[in-house]
C-alpha cells in the first residue's frame, strides 16, 4: 500500500471569491475531522495557486498541486508556467498528463516524460495521469493504453526517482460521466499498474507507490473503491469543488 492521498483537481473552475472559501472551508473542516493518516491535495488553476497556498499552510496534511507545468525551464514560452515558479510558492505537487490535457492539449507520452523530469529535478512531486478512452477499454485495449503511457513516460527513471510519482489511474470514459469504474475494473487495473512497476523496479517500490483512482468518485462510492487493495486514494474532480464532500470522500478510508 502507498501511502493514503486524496487529491482535488478544480479543473478551470471558480473565481477568486469562490476559490478562497472553498479553501478555506476544507482547511476548517479538514483541521477538525481528518486523519492525519490521510495527505489531502487541492489542485486550483494557476492563477489561485498563491492564496490558496496561504490559506491552507496552517495545515501539515494539506498540501497544494498545479495542474500543469511547462517541459522548459524558463525563457520565450508566452502564457507558459515554469516549475520553478511553482517551486518559488511553495507548490508541492503537479498533474501531468491528464486525460483533459492528452486530448485537447495533444500532450504526447514523450512530453510527459520531459514534464515528469523538470517536475523532479525541481523537487515537486508528480500526479501522473493514465487511462483508456471508451473504445480502447470496449476493445480489450486498457491494459496495453496504460502500459504504454507508463513505459513511455515514466519508465526511463531510476527507482529513486521513480519511487516520488504518485499515479492516479482514470479511465476516461468514467471522468465527469457519472459512470464509475466498478471495484472489480478498478482493482484490476491498479494491480495490473502496480505489477508493471514490480516487473521494472521490484516490490518494494512497487508496494510504496500511491496509486490513485479517478472518474465520478463521490462521498457515496468512494468507500467500496478505497477498500480495494491496490487503490491507495482517489484523484477527485467534480466532487472537489464541495468542501463537505471531498472531505467525506477523504474521510472513506
Ligand atoms: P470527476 O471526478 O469529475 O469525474 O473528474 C475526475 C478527474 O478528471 C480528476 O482529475
Avoid at 520565450?76 to 483533459?100: C, F, N, P, Q, R
Wanted: hydrophobic share 40%.
Amino acid at each position: 500500500m502507498g501511502k493514503k492521498i486524496v487529491a482535488g483537481n478544480w479543473k478551470m473552475n471558480l473565481l477568486k471569491e469562490d476559490a478562497q472559501t472553498l479553501a478555506s472551508e476544507v482547511v476548517n473542516i479538514a483541521k477538525d475531522e481528518l486523519s492525519s493518516d490521510v495527505t489531502l491535495i487541492m489542485c486550483p488553476p494557476f492563477v489561485h495557486l498563491s492564496e490558496v497556498k496561504k490559506l491552507t499552510s496552517a495545515v501539515s496534511n494539506v498540501f497544494i498541486g498545479a495542474q500543469n507545468c511547462s517541459t522548459e525551464a524558463s525563457g520565450a514560452y508566452t502564457g507558459e508556467i515554469s516549475v520553478g515558479m511553482l517551486k518559488s510558492y511553495g507548490i508541492d505537487y503537479v498533474i501531468l498528463g491528464h486525460s483533459e490535457r492528452r486530448e485537447y492539449f495533444k500532450e504526447s507520452n514523450e512530453e510527459l516524460a520531459k514534464k515528469t523530469d523538470i517536475v523532479l529535478e525541481n523537487g515537486l512531486l508528480p500526479i501522473f495521469c493514465c487511462g483508456e478512452v471508451l473504445a480502447e477499454r470496449e476493445g480489450g485495449k486498457q491494459e496495453e493504453v496504460v502500459g504504454s503511457q507508463l513505459k513511455e513516460s515514466l519508465f526511463h527513471l531510476d527507482a529513486e526517482a521513480f519511487s516520488k510519482v504518485v499515479i492516479a489511474y482514470e479511465p476516461v470514459w468514467a471522468i465527469g460521466t457519472g459512470v464509475t469504474a466498478s471495484t472489480a475494473q478498478a482493482q484490476e487495473m491498479h494491480a495490473f499498474i502496480r505489477g508493471l512497476i514490480a516487473e521494472k523496479y521490484g516490490q518494494e517500490v512497487a508496494d510504496g507507490i500511491s496509486i490513485l483512482y479517478g472518474g465520478s468518485c463521490k462521498p457515496g462510492n468512494a468507500p467500496e473503491l478505497f477498500a480495494c487493495k491496490d487503490v491507495d486514494g482517489g484523484l477527485i474532480g467534480g466532487a472537489s469543488l464541495k468542501s463537505r464532500d471531498f472531505i467525506d470522500i477523504a474521510k472513506s478510508y
